[in-house]
């Protein structure tokens, strides 16, 4: 028989270092998850990629148990490290914080596109190119 669902929780949590602290410990804490189980398993599965914002989300059961599956970092995490920023633009109209080539948008469509909906690799660079804009980043035309 299947387990009864309780809840699914979505986070962004650091990869190889979530700490029980906010977000993970008070979100899952209500549901009465061993947080610190949820966490070891979690920073032992992200380990490798280190220095990315890893999103999970977590299937909460009535039993208390948990599985989770982990995604591909943001578009934008994935903008700012390829152009080495720390954030996007304040003023968006106004600042410009970095630039992305074709080749950029491309690498990281290609990268990201098994979390996209599409399969359409100049829809997925579409959505690249307008999270990067909404970021302050210039976009290489053509």
């Known amino acids: 028989m299947a387990k ?17 602290g906010p977000p993970a410990g008070p979100v899952l804490g209500q549901y009465g998850v061993p947080i610190m189980d949820f966490i070891n398993q979690y920073n032992e599965r992200t380990k490798d990629q280190k220095g990315n914002v890893i999103p999970v989300v977590i299937t909460i059961y009535e039993d208390r148990t948990f599985e989770f599956v982990t995604k591909l970092p943001p ?11 720390e954030k996007g633009s304040g003023e968006t109209k106004r600042e410009t914080v970095g630039k992305l080539s074709r080749q950029d948008l491309e690498e990281i469509a290609k990268e990201k596109m098994k979390d996209l909906n599409t399969n359409d690799l100049e829809a997925a660079m579409r959505i690249v190119a307008g999270t990067a804009k909404s970021m302050g980043v210039e976009v290489e035309e053509n």
């Open 75 to 85: 578009v934008s995490e994935l903008i700012k490290k390829k152009l080495g920023l």
């Open 4 to 20: 009864k669902i309780q809840a699914v929780v979505k986070l962004n949590l650091p990869a190889g270092e979530a700490n029980p």
